[in-house]
């Protein structure tokens, strides 16, 4: 099926008239699912305006990654400025901005999140409320880490029922390739920058989890839990079909 793309020649027409952004406001019909806005790097006045732009355009909800407290703050004073009635909530751990608010869940089940200590708790928020924005029930579970095994095997019923699982570790990244070992669904790995110098911010965890021998486990990038939700829910709504298909 072809696809329209309506984005302007010129990009003094975004955003208001300013030349910062060309919004995709085609994405949701050709992905599924709309444009979001990575926040690290862009102003407060730049984050609210896209959003303005993308809701005008028809998109129900938008959802902002990266975004400090501080940042939230202004963003959230120029969207009540702004006199609209669209709400705007914040998520600080997570460092999310919801515009629109959550809808309700329609996956095939539920995406489980296994993290592995508190430390990693700002991936794995971001990972769960990325998944719940996306229409998933998603089962939270966390500090469940090998370091105290008993902890995760507390739950594996939980992960047995999962559709898929989201796991979450820095230090060794051993936590994947153990749940790898226990279910028969997808397993999503994120590697952490958690850990001590050896961990090289990162990258031991993710040479660990791409190395697993367990089946079934993908790995994304160093504290990717956006990206590790968008995955999980496509794989949670196979049963609708891509945006093609349907």
Known sequence: MAVAFHQSENSESLCGGAAFARPDYDRAMRQGAGEVIYGEGKTAE??????????????????????DAKKADAVAALWGDDGGIVPCAYYETARLVVFGGMPAPDGDGVVAI?????????????????????????DRLYDVGVAGLHRLLAHA??????????????????????????????????????????NFGGVAAL??????????????????GFGAAYQASLINHLSAGTPCAR
């Open 114 to 138: 296994a993290c592995a200590g508190t430390s990693d708790l700002p991936v794995a928020k971001e990972a769960a409320l990325t998944a719940e924005f996306y229409g998933n029930e998603v």
């Open 157 to 198: 019923e939980e992960l047995a029922q999962a559709q898929v699982v989201i796991a979450i570790a820095g230090m060794e990244g051993a936590l994947a390739s153990v749940i790898g070992g226990l279910v028969s669904c997808p397993v999503i790995a994120v590697p952490t920058s958690v850990g001590y110098g050896a």
């Open 46 to 67: 730049q984050i609210a305006a896209i959003a303005s732009s993308l809701m005008g355009a028809g998109q129900p909800r938008v959802l902002a990654t990266r975004v």
């Open 207 to 224: 040479l660990a989890m791409l190395n697993s021998c367990a089946s079934g486990v993908s790995v994304v990038n160093i504290d990717n």
